[in-house]
């Protein structure tokens, strides 16, 4: 399933449990680490420390021989201020003394150069040496020259002699004393000097290592520590494998070597050393700390070395480490449970939500939301709540709109059916107006003829008056005739105004719909109000045709002998027939123009009734839209 499809609930729990995970992850995979390499850094600063210790300790104890050496060494150095036998005796009784106090000490040598002893020898080499060593709790000495030659020596002594500084001999096996023959051994020797710093001769202290041992056995940080004492030449002192003590340390070395010499090296420029190894026959690593061992004024150091397999030193960084990772585990739970229960009620406020919408989008709003808040949530549901109240007074407003619509529009459907069988009814009428003034004109030109004939033969009247009176009373009849049509037109223009009226107000009351048949309205109201005056007109000068015929009829039987008034009063009538005449092609054109106005109005009626029942359709359409949606009709 993608995520996208997933619930809100869902994607809540994915998105914050991931997001904690990583973040829960890192972070306690960073403190474990940091406390795996803190603990690991003090694991290996204990290591060094107990190194530094040792040292420390092994250095003090051969510094106080090398001290107590030094000192001896120094009153030794006025051996001049004594006979030989003052001095044999003097020196005998110290180094016995020295050597009682000192029960750790194996032997005592002192060696005297025989040229400082006798300022006429003259050979180059040449001593006088005496060995103090203890036998049955006894102090015994020997005393012998040696070495009265002039070649060149080599031995320690020589050495020494050369150097003239205090120094500790290499370990050794005292291969001339049986009592000290096996143990493993070491000099400490300071030169004996005269006021001029020359070399008179050397004092030595013969100390066993055998007591490096226990201290080695004492270093112990931790478990399967491997500790060791070598000295200068590269031999092993001390070791807690007590197989390779006297043995060459380079030699005893497993896997690469390389930086065990450097720190070898650097530990005899007295410097510390710390680094790791791979040991290549049990595939472990081991830390490795160096300290340098400094007796004294000696050029030559030793060195203490103390190897821990890093496992070792690792277990408590990885016991830590697993703890930190057994308490950052159960803390990831905690946090999932918290976090589900946290998502649970941020996401069913929001669900219920959801659902409220999903019902008002199906149409219910009736529907009421349950969630109650002060955060988010309930400021959304008062929103969704608020919206349903809104949806609910708008569906109320428009279903009673709707309804209004509906019945308005068969209203207007109704008025447009009686519009448009008025304006038939109209346009029926107009075609008969129009031809009555076809006919009317045809007779006002027929009139006008006449009277131009009668102009023609008004000197012929009196023959012809009988005619004339016959003829009289046809014109008035006819021009009564044409008063009553023109009465009949003027009331049609009235009614037509008043239609124009009428429609215009209906044409408001469409709205949108009814601007077009506005303007016909008012284009009609016009030539109604124009028809109205023409007819007006034609109807005044009709009643003065009727006036002039009905007082030609009364005087023709008296004005024979009048009868070039007559004929004068007939070229009036001429002229008014001619007037009437235009005047009668006027309304005839109006008349035909009201005509096609009226047809057109018929045609918009049509229009009209097909547009509203169309909008009735619609408002139909509309209330089955609405039904949709459940709320109550609060139509009063």
């Known amino acids: 399933m993608k995520i996208k499809h997933l619930k809100l609930k869902s994607k809540l729990n994915l998105y914050i449990l991931t997001v904690a995970t990583i973040v829960y992850g890192i972070s306690i995979g960073y403190i474990s680490l940091q406390l795996k390499n803190k603990t690991y850094s003090d694991s290996a600063a204990l290591a060094s420390a107990n190194t530094r210790e040792y040292r420390n300790k092994v250095q003090d104890d051969l510094n106080k021989i090398m001290t107590s050496t030094r000192t001896l060494s120094d009153v030794l150095g006025d051996h001049k201020k004594y006979n030989q036998r003052e001095s044999n005796v003097y020196y005998n009784d110290l180094m016995v003394n020295w050597m009682r106090n000192n029960r750790h000490f194996l032997s005592v040598g002192l060696s005297w150069e025989k040229r400082a002893l006798d300022e006429k020898y003259d050979k180059k080499n040449g001593r006088r040496r005496s060995v103090y060593f203890r036998k049955d709790n006894s102090i015994l000495s020997n005393t012998e020259s040696i070495e009265e030659n002039n070649f060149l020596l080599t031995s320690a002594y020589y050495a020494i002699r050369e150097q003239n500084r205090e120094t500790i001999v290499d370990p050794y096996y005292d291969v001339t004393t049986p009592e000290l023959a096996g143990i493993l051994m070491t000099t400490v020797a300071c030169p004996i000097k005269n006021e001029e710093g020359k070399f008179d001769g050397l004092l030595g202290v013969d100390i066993s290592l055998e007591t490096m041992k226990d201290i080695i056995v004492d270093i112990h940080p931790f478990e399967r520590t491997v500790s060791y004492i070598v000295a200068n030449n590269r031999l092993i002192v001390a070791h807690s494998d007590s197989s390779l003590i006297g043995k060459d340390y380079f030699s005893n070395l497993k896997g690469d070597s390389t930086l065990f010499k450097q720190g070898f090296e650097e530990s005899l420029q007295n410097q510390s050393f710390d680094f790791e190894y791979l040991n290549n ?208 037109i003027g009331e049609i223009s009235r009614r037509t105004n008043i239609l124009a009226l009428n429609a215009a107000v209906e044409a408001a009351r469409a709205g949108e719909h009814g601007k077009g048949f506005a303007v016909v309205a008012a284009e009609v109201r016009k030539l109604a109000i124009r028809s109205q005056l023409a007819a007006s007109e034609i109807d005044e000068l009709s009643l003065n045709g009727v006036e002039i015929a009905n007082k030609t009829k009364n005087k023709l039987t008296e004005i024979i002998p009048d009868i070039e008034k007559t004929a004068l009063l007939v070229q009036q009538i001429a002229s008014a027939s001619l007037e009437q005449r235009t005047g009668a092609d006027q309304v005839s054109e109006a008349i035909q123009q009201l005509n096609i106005i009226t047809q057109q109005n018929a045609g918009s009626s049509s229009r ?29």
């Open 281 to 488: 026959q049990d595939n472990n690593k081991y830390f490795v700390s160096f300290a340098p061992i400094s007796i004294g004024n000696a050029n030559k150091k030793w060195l203490i070395g103390i190897e821990v397999p890093v496992s070792i030193v690792m277990q408590e960084a990885n016991s830590v480490f697993r703890n930190a990772l057994i308490v950052g585990i159960l803390g990831l739970i905690v946090l999932y449970i918290l976090i589900y229960f946290i998502s649970d009620a941020i996401s069913k406020p929001i669900i219920e939500g959801v659902n409220f919408a999903k019902t008002i989008a199906s149409g219910d709003l009736e529907v009421q939301i349950k969630i109650r808040g002060n955060d988010e949530t309930g400021e959304l549901a008062e929103a969704l709540s608020a919206m349903a109240d809104k949806l609910r007074v708008i569906m109320v407003e428009v279903i009673q709109s709707s309804n209004k619509i509906a019945d308005s529009s068969l209203d207007l459907s109704r008025f447009a059916e009686d519009l448009a069988d008025g304006s038939s009814s109209q346009a029926a009428s107009a075609e008969e107006i129009s031809a009555s003034m076809e006919e009317m004109a045809s007779n006002i030109h027929q009139n006008t003829e006449n009277a131009q004939e009668t102009e023609k033969i008004a000197v012929k009247a009196v023959e012809g008056m009988r005619e004339g009176n016959i003829y009289a009373q046809s014109l008035v009849q006819s021009i009564n005739d044409i008063a009553e049509k023109i009465s009949i």
């Open 608 to 636: 009209f009734s097909l547009n509203s029942d169309t909008l009735a359709k619609q408002a139909e359409i509309l209330k089955d839209l609405i039904a949709f949606f459940n709320v109550q009709n609060e139509e009063s």
